[in-house]
């Protein structure tokens, strides 16, 4: 559950009175977890060949929707939507507006991720917009509700290195498609999308400045924002002459300097496709995300994948940001 702490904190950090753009990944540890899925399901099925972005009905004979169908039923209706390549969207009548909008998002969400990460995931994501906060919570196994700050998490089941996981959704915060702007949302849902994508490949306690710098780089890849619009605090600080001293230590994504460091890791990310290409940045990730490594590992990686020792590394990207702050 450290990620979830790592989040909590970020929110706070963060202290803005719009959604954040909070990413959390919850696996199912314990059996307590498990009761928050064992409620019953409905009866019924539409088994007609839907349309792009049409609801499909209030139940789905698509075994991967089972589990969530099951958690939304006593909440309420279910309309299932498929989106064009296969994703499915699930939510109730009353987040239909949310529901559409991320169905026609989820496509080109899908082929940006798969752009740049390759086609070895399940490009047939399943998103649910959540009706209520216990619906929420409920639908991603957390013990308790989440902060009103929290606008999308991911989740999926334990599963063993070498396998695909399993049980993977997106799950939406119940004013998520109301609070949060076009471009947010756009963002969002290719973050959660690229931690979908890239968890077969990432050890739990591998190095955040990968994870959440890689996240975020595929998240506005390609979307034109700016240095500034996405590293505000990064910039700022730069042109003051306080350039990051490292990477950003795990310890660093926790409390009031979240912010800071969601940033940095960014622009690690950003650093890197820009000096070695992405495919070396694919690369890196891969390879910093299949363990947990200290400050040699990370030394060893870097030789490994671009050619250079970790100081020289830091040393690089330092003037990397310097140079966009003049």
Do not use: K
């Amino acid at each position: 559950m450290n990620d979830w702490r790592r989040a909590l904190s970020w929110c706070s950090a963060r202290g803005r009175a719009h959604f954040l753009l909070t990413v959390l990944t919850i696996a199912l540890l314990t059996g307590a977890c498990c009761a928050l899925v064992l409620l019953p399901r409905g009866a019924g099925a539409d088994t007609a060949r839907p349309v792009a972005g049409e609801v499909v009905g209030s139940r789905s004979t698509d075994p991967r929707v089972a589990e969530v169908e099951r958690i939304m039923a006593p909440f309420g209706a279910v309309e299932v939507r498929t989106a064009a390549g296969g994703g499915l969207v699930l939510a109730h009548p009353g987040q239909a507006e949310a529901a559409a909008t991320l169905a026609a998002e989820l496509p080109a969400a899908t082929a940006a991720v798969t752009d740049l990460w390759g086609p070895d995931w399940s490009r047939e994501a399943v998103v649910v917009a959540a009706a209520n906060p216990s619906e929420f919570a409920a639908l991603l196994r957390a013990p308790d509700l989440l902060p009103a700050e929290v606008a999308a998490a991911s989740v999926a089941d334990p599963f063993r290195p070498g396998t695909r996981p399993t049980g993977q959704r997106v799950v939406f915060a119940p004013d998520a498609g109301t609070r949060l702007s076009p471009a947010e949302l756009r963002t969002l849902l290719r973050h959660e999308l690229t931690h979908v994508a890239a968890r077969a490949q990432t050890v739990d306690g591998a190095p955040q400045w990968m994870l959440e710098g890689f996240a975020e780089y595929a998240a506005h890849r390609g979307l034109g924002s700016s240095f500034a619009a996405i590293a505000p605090t990064v910039l700022a600080a730069a042109q003051r002459g306080d350039l990051p001293a490292d990477l950003p230590a795990d310890a660093a994504f926790t409390g009031a300097g979240a912010v800071l460091a969601y940033e940095q890791a960014w622009t690690v990310s950003a650093f890197v496709a820009d000096s070695y290409g992405e495919n070396r940045l694919v690369r890196l990730y891969r390879a910093v995300a299949a363990g947990r490594l200290d400050t040699a590992g990370e030394d060893r990686v870097l030789r490994e994948v671009l050619g250079t020792d970790r100081t020289a590394f830091v040393a690089r990207w330092r003037e990397w940001v310097a140079d966009r702050a003049r």
